[in-house]
């Protein structure tokens, strides 16, 4: 599993709720650039990965589990 696969799945997950990244940060309690293509690297180009709480946060908002959202990053 790698930085990008998470993104992708964030993005696909979000798709699959018919929302943008940004709709489903803001459907989920989060600030709507949490999941912004800008916040994913650093200025040091270092990656960030998501954090814990905002998987959990959009899985809760949306009545998903873990494994709905794995199954976007690829095995």
């Not at 964030?10 to 990244?21: D, G, L, W, Y």
């Not at 309690?29 to 912004?36: E, K, Q, S, V």
């Not at 800008?38 to 494994?67: E, F």
Request: charged share 20%; glycine share 6%; proline share 5%.
């Amino acid at each position: 599993m790698t930085h990008e696969d998470v993104w992708h799945a964030i993005e696909q997950f979000a798709n699959e709720h018919h929302m943008s990244c940004s709709g489903l940060a803001k459907c989920s309690g989060l600030d709507p650039t949490t999941f912004n293509k800008s916040k994913r690297w650093s200025k040091q180009g270092q990656p960030r990965w998501p954090s814990t709480n905002s998987i959990s946060k959009i899985l809760s908002s949306t009545g998903a589990s873990i494994t709905d959202f794995t199954k976007y990053i690829p095995s």
